[in-house]
């Protein structure tokens, strides 16, 4: 339901981008699910008049959005902060061909890494580019800043890339609404000298570039983005982003000039706001802001105080700031009374697969075979922690088949070289890997975890699924057929839960001379639809404690309260088993059972 009564909602800051993105009259919407941006496409697909759609990879999401923006409609393309590292080919390049209507491109960065293979500092790819760079504080910045960046974008003919953390993306504040603003559609226009990178023009368009950089410092310097909140204190700081909150709560009577657009910086701005005080910077990750400010000559200090490594918290700041001498902290200490009460830690959530999760079985079966395992980015990435352990690289998205081939042409490998790579990644960025690993003749085996649906950032659909973002049918790719047609020979589909299958297959794959496919193919448990059967049972006496269905990792396998013969037996939780019958067809005593009179719960 679109949010037209109300004025004013709680929204999360990836909704809000959504809502300002709406408010511009966006065309077309494109990205790649990745934590912590995914929401944003989620929540424009909620409203009416954009077509919203999920991309193969990020790098067609941006060319799909450049190719709309070209064609006159305002476009938006997101993205975590790596996928821009896959987008960013055609990113650097838009930067010289500018753009036909508004083109966004949002980078919502994860410092901390919480669910992150690196913890970049996406700022540094709008001073690379020579874009502009906008950094919300809030939700209600998310809304305004994605509808603002937009004019920016066709008044300076330029991508904007609107970058914020995962402490904007994921939290909630109150969004006053605006109208929607009707944007006319020209159309394309052609312009070969404009849009055509040809070294010539290419070479011709530089010079725009930098042209484009000094109006938009004239921009920034009289830009309302630009917020001084002078204090008269002998302290002043510099900051932007979440980290403009966290300095309030901690130094409520501090001058802060607080950037709404951090590239290019309104030095002369912050050159007298500063006025020879004590200045601090107040980042997430990197010396960005602290870096560019010192070398335009203005003295400030931030990084000595204050972490490069994690997410930015309040109690960061007050530490940072307490180094530093600066007292008059509102943020006080636990043991210096008066501060927020202290709650009980959570209980650990190990990271497991989920029960019943399609992609044990496989691992556990690679393990056997002691095969060397280049993995990749997804919920099976878990296989290699305890129990499983069947995993040996994962670098990046895409990376495991390229990694195997090149593992299998090292001659230094233990075992079989096997790939494993799921169905959305495979279909994001394994191809070219798999037809390397043809063309060259790797002897490797390639396992594609196929269950159906993008399920590490919550069950989004691919180019795999059949189905579009907003539930509409569409064709989906056969990737027996592709396989096929990149001139895998040795192509095999398995049931993951028939476990003698996935050993004969894996077996099979490894003593194949030359490139092998075997693909697992079964639906995710938990998205979109919760797969859920007649969940199993322990016979009591029947357990014999060989610990062997322990192996699984399966969390609904846990330590029973009796022994067998000096060894412990288990116990199975019916409320969260699955009913995939792997324990079972493993236990040699036959002690796992299905409940009966098991009735049907919800969602199964």
Known sequence: MELTAAKRVLLAGNEAVARGAHEAAVGVATGYPGTPSTEVLEALAVYQGADVRWSANEKVALDVAAGASFGGVRAIATMKHVGLNVAADTFMTLAYTGVGAGLVVVSADDPGMHSSQNEQDNRVYARFAGVPLLEPGDSQEAKD???????????????????????????????????????????????????????????????????????????????????????????????????????????????????????????????????????????????????????????????????????????????????????????????????????????????????????????????QARAVVAGDIGCY????????????????????????????????????????????????????????????????????????????????????TGTTLRGAAAPAVDLVSLCRAAGVEHVEVVDPYDIGAVHTAVRQANQFPGPAVVITNRPCVEAPVKIRDRPYQVIPGACIGCQLCMNIGCPSITWGDTWYDGLRVVTVDASTCTGCTVCAQMCPAGAMTPVAGWEARPGG
């Open 145 to 367: 800043f994605t509808r603002l960046a937009f004019d920016i974008s066709e008044t300076f003919d330029t991508p904007v890339l609107l970058r914020y953390t995962t402490r904007i993306a994921h939290t909630r504040g109150l969004v006053e609404l605006g109208e929607i603003v009707e944007q006319p559609v020209p159309g394309f226009r052609r312009d070969p000298r404009k849009y055509v990178m040809l070294p010539a023009n290419a070479r011709a368009r530089r010079p725009a570039v930098l042209a484009r950089l000094d109006r938009l410092t004239w921009y920034v310097e009289e830009s309302a983005l630009t917020q001084v909140h002078e204090r008269g204190s002998e302290v002043a700081v510099v900051t932007s982003g979440i980290c403009y909150q966290y300095v309030r709560e901690v130094l409520p009577e501090v001058s802060i000039l607080k950037l709404g657009i951090t590239h290019p910086l309104p030095v002369e701005r912050i050159r007298a706001f500063a006025g020879g005080r004590r200045t601090f910077v107040v980042e997430e990750s990197g010396p960005f802001l602290e870096e560019a400010l010192l070398g335009a000559g203005i003295p400030v200090v931030g990084k000595e105080f204050f972490p490069r490594i994690g997410e930015m918290t309040p109690e960061d700041v007050r530490e940072g700031f307490a180094r530093a001498g600066i007292g008059g902290c509102a943020l006080p200490t636990a043991d210096e009374g008066g501060g927020q009460p202290v709650l009980p830690a959570a209980p650990p959530r190990p990271p497991v697969l989920c029960p019943g999760c399609p992609h044990a079985i496989p691992f556990m079966a690679l393990r």
């Open 381 to 464: 990435t878990l296989a290699a922690l305890a129990p499983l352990e069947a995993m040996d690289t994962c670098v990046a998205m895409g990376c495991s088949i390229g990694m195997a081939v090149g593992l299998a042409a090292s001659g230094g490998a233990t075992g079989p070289v096997t790939a494993a790579i799921g169905d959305s990644t495979f279909l994001h960025s394994g191809i070219p890997a798999l037809i390397e690993a043809v063309c060259s003749r790797a002897n490797i085996t390639v396992v594609i975890l196929d269950n159906g649906i993008t399920a590490m950032t919550g069950g989004q659909h691919h180019p795999g």
